[in-house]
């Protein structure tokens, strides 16, 4: 089975920076598109960034700007950069991506707050 971990959540206070990791455990991890999403309380799940595998990335708006989606494919790890947090971007993370309908990781939880 293909598993991905994800890693890098905490508590930061609003303007700060996290980077949010997610490993894959599958050396085909270059050939499939990969996102983040977030879901916070009360809240439907969110898109928040997508990467294919060629590398073209998509942000959801209200992040553009701040975060930035990258991957490492040597690694099989996808990264989520996110800078100037604020309160609103509390959420659980999960990252997704793989073959049919993918795969999605166990959730990293980002609270910002001060």
């Known amino acids: 089975q293909v598993q991905l971990v994800e890693s890098g959540g905490g508590l930061v206070q609003p303007g700060g920076s996290l980077r949010l990791s997610c490993a894959a455990s599958r050396s085909i991890f270059s050939i499939y598109d990969m996102a983040w999403y977030r879901q916070a309380p009360g809240k439907q799940r969110e898109l928040v960034a997508t990467?294919?595998?060629?590398?073209?990335?998509n942000y959801a708006d209200s992040v553009k700007g701040r975060f930035t989606i990258s991957r490492d494919n040597a690694r099989a790890t996808v990264y989520l950069q996110m800078n100037s947090l604020n309160p609103a971007d509390t959420a659980v993370y999960h990252c997704h991506g793989g073959p049919r309908a993918g795969y999605w990781g166990q959730g990293t939880q980002v609270t910002v707050s001060s």
């Open positions: 990467i294919s595998s060629g590398g073209s990335t």
